[in-house]
């Protein structure tokens, strides 16, 4: 299998050192906006070479991205039009219906897939089992640094509550985990999502509740911050190995 990665920054890089290790992956192509970032991240592995999206989009099996909601916006189609599947990271930018049903069509006339890992989130699984039957709330309390926000608060500050189209709309980069529970659960608009800046956080804190005809679910997740970007959780990089290797492994875990 050959991969292409589009986004060398903290996320871009765990994937492809691990990629690198993996028996079933011969190639991997590096890009980003960047180039001393993917020419960096190549130093550090065997089987990589820099290329352009354009270079390599003829070359690969999948493509990772871990790079913006602007670089899923601008390849995501053109990668699906080449039966080729995709690995999103940025899930954000699925907040718009129009875009998110075209990337499903393309998909599904091509007969590839869209994998949307998880990331820094835990209880999708069960979120997602649940959707199958009435949902009647899920709420999302998400609770960072300031710093983290790159904002400066001196007390527990809630900064945003509302729906979760209009939070990945105003947290482009921060609020992914909202977008990921959206699509599993009862959409953009009737997940609930509350922001906390809180000073005394070390950790970046996601919290779901879900009520339904299931029962109850509550589950918290405090993440360490990756060390190459306090901004996103390690957990999401965990989350992106994990899906790779669940393309590449013949047993399937989960919902
Ligand atoms: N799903 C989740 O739970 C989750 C969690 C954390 C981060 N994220 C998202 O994953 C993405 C990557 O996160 P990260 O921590 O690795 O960020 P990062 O800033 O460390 O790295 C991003 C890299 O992408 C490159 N880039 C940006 N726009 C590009 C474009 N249009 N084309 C090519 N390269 C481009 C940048 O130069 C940078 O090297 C971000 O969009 C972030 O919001 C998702």
Do not use: W
């Not at 390599?56 to 699906?80: G, H, M, N, P, T």
């Not at 990337?103 to 007969?111: G, H, M, P, S, Y």
């Not at 699984?125 to 009435?134: Q, R």
């Not at 390690?234 to 290797?245: P, Q, R, V």
């Amino acid at each position: 299998m050959n991969l292409g990665i589009i986004g060398c920054g903290a996320i871009g890089t765990d994937v492809a050192k691990v990629a690198d290790t993996l028996d079933e992956i011969q190639n991997i192509f590096l890009y980003d906006i960047d180039k001393a970032r993917a020419n960096d991240l190549k130093k550090l592995l065997k089987k990589a070479v820099v290329e352009t999206f354009n270079e390599f989009i003829k070359k690969v099996d999948v493509v990772f991205e871990a790079a913006s909601q602007k670089a899923v916006e601008d390849y995501a189609e053109e990668i699906l039009q080449n039966g080729v599947d995709l690995i999103i990271m940025s899930i954000g930018s699925l907040f718009n219906d129009k875009f998110l049903l075209k990337l499903e069509d393309i998909a599904r006339k091509k007969k590839c897939k869209i994998y949307l890992p998880s990331g820094a989130v835990c209880g999708i699984d069960g979120v997602l089992s649940a959707s199958i039957d009435t949902i009647d709330e899920v709420t999302l309390v998400t609770t960072k640094s300031p710093k983290s926000l790159g904002k400066s608060y001196y007390k527990r500050t809630v900064i945003f509550e509302g729906n979760a189209r209009e939070a990945v709309k105003r947290f482009p980069q921060n609020i992914n985990v909202a977008a990921s529970l959206s699509l599993a659960g009862v959409g953009f608009d009737r997940t609930n999502v509350k922001i906390v800046a809180d000073p005394v956080a070390t950790r970046i804190s996601h919290k779901i509740l879900a009520h339904g005809k299931f029962g109850r679910l509550r589950a918290e997740v405090e993440n360490m911050p990756n060390p190459n970007n306090p901004k996103s959780s390690y957990m999401a990089s965990l989350s992106a190995i994990a899906t790779l290797k669940r393309i590449i492994n013949p047993i399937q875990i989960g919902a």
